[in-house]
């Protein structure tokens, strides 16, 4: 599988928009969940880590998944310097075997436009949830394909907020919420953002 994000690992941890939004879906995602001490997470499509550092002072435990070899590099320099036990995982999620685990919460940003069929993943991340868990992530509302200036694998330019929600109710979760999370300020736009929740059944 090609790691789209090779040429960009070095540089991904300092440009400055990304720092901010990233504060800001941390912040929106602990707003909408239940996140605590005694915690496991799962953080799809960790990258380097950025969400995973939010994260870390309130929870046990983080397990970071990414398919890209240079952005999980970049997250194991960093590790050991967290607050939180924190595994890092290489695997693609959206299909084969899912790993043996089960979590109290899944959180990811930024991830869901580039997978192909969310509704899929959302019934296969339900599948790692303690009965009661949750997911809640963030994505970029639907915009006209100006977001992304280089190509990294890139399925769907943002989502409309209908759309995700009935996606995460036929997957079959509850108490569903979505609510604005930030505008991501690019040199070029501006691109509002959200974060949606629901809960696996007890």
């Known amino acids: 599988m090609e ?11 300092s440009t400055d928009y990304r720092l901010n939004y990233v504060d800001e879906m941390a912040r929106a995602i602990r707003k909408v969940s239940p996140i605590k001490s005694g915690i496991r997470l799962l953080d799809f499509g960790a990258g380097t880590g ?6 870390a002072p309130f929870v046990e435990e983080i397990i970071a998944v990414d398919i890209s070899p240079s952005m999980i590099a970049k997250l194991e320099e960093k590790k050991s310097a967290l607050p939180c036990r924190i595994e890092t995982l290489r695997q693609d999620l959206t ?8 979590v109290d919460g899944i959180v990811s940003t930024m991830t869901f436009h580039h997978i192909e069929d ?19 992530f963030c994505d970029v509302d639907t915009e006209d394909g100006s977001f992304h200036t280089v190509d990294t694998g890139v399925k769907h330019f943002g989502f409309e907020r209908e759309s995700v929600l009935k996606w995460m109710g036929e997957a079959g979760y509850r108490a569903l919420k979505i609510e604005d999370a930030t505008i991501i300020e690019k040199p070029y736009g ?6 949606a929740y629901g809960e696996a059944e007890q």
Do not use: C, H, I, M
């Open 3 to 13: 790691d789209y994000f090779a040429v960009r690992a070095d540089g991904y941890d």
């Open 50 to 55: 950025l969400l995973t550092q939010r994260l």
């Open 95 to 102: 299909s084969g075997e899912l790993p043996n685990l089960k």
């Open 118 to 136: 969310p509704l899929s993943l959302l019934k296969r991340l339900k599948q790692l949830l303690k009965p009661g868990g949750f997911v809640a």
């Open 190 to 195: 501006a691109y509002p953002a959200f974060v």
